[in-house]
């Protein structure tokens, strides 16, 4: 009985506890239905609040609006609270050069988050499948997905969503995954329960329904076992991808991350098994996006790129992001904050004051001290005596020359950037602070000129302090 499976799944894999508040995800299919009467039965015997969300995706007229009314009468039926929430996924869709798929899962998300931040609940419940599961299986085969694709979806998932300025936590539940559609089915039936049939789930346009309704029934041919087969590998997989998730771990957390890059030593990623590198690659995208459209092919490029070629070596991937092997490190960023900065425009820095670089998003801070205080490399000291009032802020040019601190006579800041390891892509964005002779008084970030810094004999002390200026995180 689909009763029965599902608190056997509910219970092997901790889906929920007592108390939980749990929003149910409805759109008036056969799934969603059998699952909402399944958590209804459940509801009092795990003192549970159940909600329930309908997300009109507006892409197919008046079949939608159907879907709305079948939903608002379950909701009416069975007394519990309804949240209904309308979605532009083209628009979406248009404006993150996303698949339909993609846009919509994206947006649902932000739904769901939304909606727990303001029912304070835990837990979102989806009517995924074991027949859902088979053909996200073989989808992600197809597109020479890695052992996370191959692991399908997993029972509970959490998520971490940036909703106006608050991370708002959740944990995705998917107790109908040991239930098939041929189950679900008989059981609507014997309960007489009414549900909507999507047409789009027979447009063979789409990938997944051409597996649903051509490829799974050719495979039921040669063996009649298949789809067991496929959901038995995906929980073995499930297994792989989690200890392979423990071991490079150590590698993920010790790297250098925030949210426009991310950097992987190079000695460190020498280390690494070969098998585990196709898989820290993934972990690392994972971090900016979506690894839908990242095949087989493409990790196999980026490792053979880190492991044979120079450095200054690059690749783009479809979603804007760059490999970029520099000396020392793996870099991953995107496209338009690696190769399409513009050089700094020469200005006069405010004495003292706040002084901002819009090309490079830094901000410059200037005040005075009676003595030297201590600092880290964003941070320089500087004999004001020796400068005066007129300091400007610039790009580097040709035939810069400086006398670094720490160093016997003078250098070029080519050579010095170049011996810093500074990529080519980022050396037209190191702010240089100059005199009024134009004479080099500080490499921003870098290393100061030993003509003008600051020593405890020094009258006027002028601290000049380098601010990257924080992006608004993504509001959604």
């Keep these: 009985m689909i009763l029965e499976k599902i608190e056997n799944t509910i219970k092997a894999h901790r889906l929920i506890n007592k108390g939980d508040k749990v929003l149910i995800g409805v759109s008036g299919g056969p799934d969603s239905v059998c699952l909402l009467d399944l ?8 003192n549970l609040e159940i909600f329930i969300i309908h997300i009109n995706h507006e892409l197919r007229g008046k079949d939608s609006e159907m879907d709305q009314i079948l939903v608002i009468n ?14 532009n996924v083209k628009n979406y869709q248009k404006k993150n050069k996303l698949s339909l798929e993609e846009a919509a899962r994206d947006l649902r998300h932000q739904v769901f988050s939304r909606a727990c931040q303001q029912k304070k609940i835990n837990k979102v419940a989806l009517a995924h499948t074991s027949s859902d599961q088979v053909e996200t299986v073989l989808m992600n085969f197809l597109r ?28 995705i539940i998917r107790p109908l995954l040991d239930c098939s ?13 009414n549900f909507n049939l999507d047409k789009t789930n027979f447009n063979l346009n789409f990938t997944r329904n051409r597996i649903r309704h051509e490829v799974i029934p050719i495979f039921k041919k040669i063996n009649p076992s298949i789809e067991e087969n496929i959901l038995a590998q995906a929980k073995l997989f499930q297994d792989i991808s989690q200890s392979v ?8 957390k010790s790297s ?41 092919p493409q990790i196999e490029e980026i490792v053979d ?3 044979n070629s120079s450095t200054g070596s690059y690749k783009i991937l479809p979603s804007g992001l760059v490999i970029y092997k520099n000396y020392d490190k793996l870099i ?31 901000k410059i801070e200037t005040n005075f001290s009676n003595k030297k205080k201590s600092g880290n490399q964003d941070t320089a000291f500087i004999d004001f005596k020796k400068t005066g009032k007129d300091i400007f802020v610039r790009s580097r040019k040709s035939g810069d020359r400086f006398q670094p601190t720490g160093l016997a006579g003078s250098k070029k800041v080519q050579d010095f950037l170049i011996d810093a390891k500074i990529p080519k892509f980022l050396r037209d964005n190191v702010p240089i602070l100059v005199d009024k002779k134009d004479k080099i008084i500080w490499l921003g970030g870098l290393r100061q000129d030993r003509q003008f810094i600051a020593s405890k004999n020094s009258e006027k002390i002028l601290i000049i302090k380098l601010n990257k200026e924080q992006k608004d995180e993504k509001q959604i």
């Excluded at 990623?269 to 459209?293: C, M, P, Q």
């Design 245 to 252: 998730e423990t071991t490079i771990k150590p590698i993920i």
């Design 332 to 362: 991953i960023s995107y496209k338009n904050l690696l190769f399409d900065k513009k050089k700094i425009k020469k200005q006069q820095i405010k004495i003292p004051g706040i002084t901002e670089l819009p090309e490079i998003q830094v």
């Design 256 to 296: 250098y991350f925030d949210k426009d890059k991310a950097e992987l030593s190079l000695k460190k990623w020498e280390r690494i098994n070969g098998f585990y590198k196709k898989e820290v690659i993934l972990a690392f995208l994972r971090k900016f996006s979506s690894t839908k459209d990242i095949y087989s």
């Design 144 to 171: 020479g997905a890695g052992i996370k694709g191959l692991s399908g979806m997993h029972y509970c998932k959490d998520f971490k969503v940036l909703t106006n300025n608050k991370q708002i936590n959740f944990q």
């Design 181 to 193: 559609k041929k189950e679900i089915l008989n059981y609507l039936k014997q309960e007489r329960l």
């Design 305 to 307: 790129l880190l492991e």
């Design 74 to 87: 379950l909701a009416k039926k069975y007394q519990i609270p309804i949240i209904i929430k309308k979605i």
């Design 39 to 46: 958590f209804f039965k459940i509801k009092d015997r795990y």
